[in-house]
Nanobody, 121 residues
Framework: QVQLVESGGGLVQSGGSLKLSCAAS????????MGWYRQAQGKQRELVAL???????NYADDVKGRFTISRDNAQNTVYLQMNSLKPEDTAVYYC???????????????WGQGTQVTVSS
């Protein structure tokens, strides 16, 4: 069984910063990609940023230059540093991992429970 546990969400004023963390635990053989998605009220879930185990990153256009994703492979943890936050960044942020568990040959998607980020104007 695999668990992804997120932390670090909250309420912040426009222009402020928050750092999200997500730790994966369980019978993990290898994590290929870890990433962050978000879902605003009434909208579809969308990619924010992702990072491979080799350190290759990809960002949504509207967060480039403001958000930074990083990863600690030894701790199976991914971080999202969010700076210059805007009210339109308000959403539930979900951690995602594409990983293999011990005894399985294919990768599967796992999701965290989500953490609320609210940016006030």
């Amino acid at each position: 069984q695999v668990q992804l546990v997120e932390s670090g969400g909250g309420l912040v004023q426009s222009g402020g910063s928050l750092k999200l963390s997500c730790a994966a635990s369980g019978s993990i053989f290898r994590i290929y990609v870890m990433g962050w998605y978000r879902q605003a009220q009434g909208k579809q879930r969308e990619l924010v940023a992702l990072i491979t185990d080799g350190g290759i990153t990809n960002y949504a256009d509207d967060v480039k230059g403001r958000f930074t994703i990083s990863r600690d492979n030894a701790q199976n943890t991914v971080y999202l540093q969010m700076n210059s936050l805007k009210p339109e960044d308000t959403a539930v942020y979900y951690c995602n991992a594409k990983l293999r568990t011990h005894g399985h040959g294919s990768y599967s998607d796992y999701w965290g429970q989500g953490t609320q980020v609210t940016v006030s104007s």
